[in-house]
């Protein structure tokens, strides 16, 4: 009997998970470089500092367009729930003892992915918005210095944040086995849906393909 699949993501939202991946690691790289003279270094990866400070704003907004569009795509499915609130409160137990037991079933992301979600668009919002500010030469020359000074300071603690909150994205992705093959090959085994999305798992097998067929994918 071949082990049955379930679609968990198309190709198209794969594709656009990784170049977000890509350009934000480059965006974060060359905002280090400008950010410290000890991280100055890493102009070199850019084609030395004139070309570090042109990029780096493009590169931040090539972040937020492909982001939009993971937003369009999933805000729906991380809108909070009950069983959310449920599952934040038994997430301790789940964290530093390894107990799955008392987890309460969960749709296609539990609360913990979903505040990952959100805490990525909040800070993505602030960056867009306080990088314009400071931009040369689009906009500076229209925001006085010492709110300059203001949008500077909350434009490194949104990508703090932000970084932050991408170590512990790839770090759940790593510690819960079978993760990863979702934005590798687009499917999840279903008995990992079952363990730990247990709802979406159950809606997922109400849109099954054929008997026989290894993969079940949504209509």
């Given at each position: ?36 003279p000890s991280m100055f270094f890493l102009t ?126 790839i770090y759940a992705a790593i510690w819960v ?5 979702a934005m590798t090959q687009g499917t999840v ?31």
């Amino acid at each position: 009997m071949k082990k049955l699949f379930i679609q968990r993501y198309t190709d198209n939202q794969r594709i656009n998970h990784w170049l977000v991946v890509v350009l934000f690691g480059l965006a974060g790289f060359s905002g280090l470089a400008l950010f410290h003279p000890s991280m100055f270094f890493l102009t070199n990866l850019f084609g030395g500092p004139q070309w570090t400070r042109i990029l780096h704003p493009y590169l931040g907004i090539a972040v937020f367009v492909l982001f939009l569009l993971m937003f369009v795509a999933f805000w729906r499915v991380n809108t909070w729930r009950r069983e959310d609130s449920q599952w934040l409160e038994k997430a301790p137990k789940l964290v530093f003892e390894g107990d799955e037991s008392q987890m309460p079933a969960v749709g296609k992301y539990n609360a913990g992915q979903k505040l990952v979600f959100w805490s990525m668009t909040l800070s993505l919002i602030v960056l867009l918005v306080t990088g314009l500010s400071f931009w040369q030469p689009w906009f500076a020359d229209s925001v006085p210095i010492p709110v300059q000074r203001v949008t500077v300071l909350l434009h490194s603690l949104a990508a703090f944040v932000m970084s932050l909150t991408a170590v512990v994205h790839i770090y759940a992705a790593i510690w819960v086995k079978g993760t990863l093959r979702a934005m590798t090959q687009g499917t999840v085994s279903a008995g990992w849906a079952k363990r730990h999305h247990l709802l979406w798992y159950r809606k997922m097998m109400g849109k099954a393909a054929p008997s026989g067929d290894s993969s079940a994918r949504p209509h």
